[in-house]
């Protein structure tokens, strides 16, 4: 069975001069302030759609690859995972970077990363990023 999310946005004024809200469907989160400055001049001004983005990443590939390190029989105590994403103005989303550290008993690094990768290549919203020029991964066992 297919679940639908939504989200909206609302936006006021021109593109570098206006601003806007974005709310999360599921009122999980709402009003989350937008303006161009954050997005294309000083990522602490606020959020971006390209932030929403690299949220959506690192949930997902988080989620993917737990899911591949319980199916191998390795699976994770602890992931922690950050995805970056460049946004070059006239260009968009330029590059991807996932780094992820695990807490995963049984598993050797070779494992880790193949694993890793999987995840990388195959969770849905990496799918969905597929026309980014390039995702890059940095995948580490914890001590």
């Keep these: 069975m297919a679940v639908e999310h939504t989200a909206s946005a609302t936006w006021e004024g ?17 009003g989350i302030p937008l303006t161009w400055r954050a997005r294309a001049e000083d990522a602490s001004a606020g959020a971006s759609p390209e932030e929403l983005v ?7 590939f988080s989620m993917a690859l737990s899911h591949g390190l ?6 994770a ?12 103005p006239g260009e968009g989303i330029t590059k991807i970077a ?3 550290r695990g807490r995963v008993p049984g598993i050797d690094d070779a494992g880790f990363q193949e694993a890793a990768e999987d995840a990388k290549e195959n969770c ?10 390039e995702i890059t991964l940095v995948a580490e066992l914890a001590g």
């Design 124 to 133: 849905p919203v990496s799918k969905a990023l597929a026309a980014v020029p």
């Design 14 to 30: 021109d593109l570098t001069g206006g601003s806007g809200t974005v709310s999360l469907g599921s009122e999980a989160a709402g």
């Design 77 to 88: 105590d602890e992931l922690k995972t950050s995805a970056t994403v460049t946004f070059q």
């Design 70 to 75: 319980a199916e191998g029989g390795t699976p």
């Design 98 to 100: 996932l780094r992820v």
């Design 54 to 60: 690299a949220a959506a990443l690192a949930s997902c």
